[in-house]
């Protein structure tokens, strides 16, 4: 655990040193930036599956399909499937530089400042990835959050594949049907919790 929090932290001081280079005006809270190096989101996600084995807890799993909700306890082991789509391609520091570009915003609202990354050039089909956040305590340097989407095709119909981790807390998994005529359909959502004091359940 204390592994990834260090990798957290070095990541905010980068970019405050990047910062300090580059003095952008300080009214301008978005600052869009061809980056050369990403935060390494795969090994972050992976390190959190280290945390959540280490720890004396039972997930809890709460399932909503078509506006039902059901919840049941699981092993830890159920949730690692479920997982892999969203480490491939891996996420490191310099593997998708060459598609994508890193838009920084400070949202005070939110107390956290956001590393948006989206395509800068047409995707190859082995990358299914679309979009991510990396959501930074400015205080404390930690990564609090990971927002993941990609796009699939299964079972001939076209998915878009949404994560949402909180650090040390829980993660959602959203599987969504893109339409032929451009509409979306919410197929399944799926909320792991480990972190019972803080629960965020789908209304």
Request: include cysteine.
């Given at each position: 655990m204390k592994k990834y929090?260090?990798?957290?932290?070095?990541?905010?001081?980068?970019?405050?040193?990047?910062?300090?280079?580059?003095?952008?005006?300080?009214?301008?809270?978005?600052?869009?930036?061809?980056?050369?190096?990403?935060?390494?989101?795969?090994?972050?996600?992976?390190?959190?599956?280290?945390?959540?084995?280490?720890?004396?807890?039972?997930?809890?799993?709460?399932?909503t399909v078509k506006g039902k909700t059901d919840?049941?306890?699981?092993?830890?082991?159920?949730?690692?499937?479920?997982?892999?789509?969203?480490?491939?391609?891996?996420?490191?520091?310099?593997?998708?530089?060459?598609?994508?570009?890193?838009?920084r915003f400070n949202d005070q609202t939110l107390n956290a400042i956001t590393f948006t990354y989206d395509p800068i050039k047409t995707i190859p089909d082995s990358i299914s990835l679309r979009h991510w956040d990396v959501y930074v305590n400015p205080e404390t340097g930690n990564?609090?959050?990971?927002?993941l989407v990609k796009k699939i095709k299964e079972n001939n119909q076209d998915l878009t594949l949404q994560l949402s981790w909180q650090t040390n807390k829980q993660a959602k998994i959203s599987t969504i049907l893109n339409k032929p005529d451009g509409t979306l359909e919410l197929l399944k959502e799926v909320v792991f919790i480990w972190d019972y004091a803080n629960m965020n359940l789908p209304k």
């Open positions: 929090c260090i990798i957290g932290i070095t990541f905010f001081i980068l970019i405050s040193c990047a910062d300090s280079v580059k003095q952008p005006d300080p009214s301008d809270e978005t600052v869009v930036n061809k980056a050369d190096s990403f935060f390494p989101v795969t090994s972050f996600i992976k390190g959190q599956i280290l945390v959540l084995d280490s720890v004396p807890v039972t997930p809890l799993q709460v399932t919840s049941a306890w699981i092993q830890k082991k159920d949730l690692k499937p479920l997982l892999l789509p969203f480490q491939s391609p891996v996420i490191n520091e310099t593997n998708l530089t060459a598609y994508f570009k890193e838009t990564v609090t959050k990971v927002y």
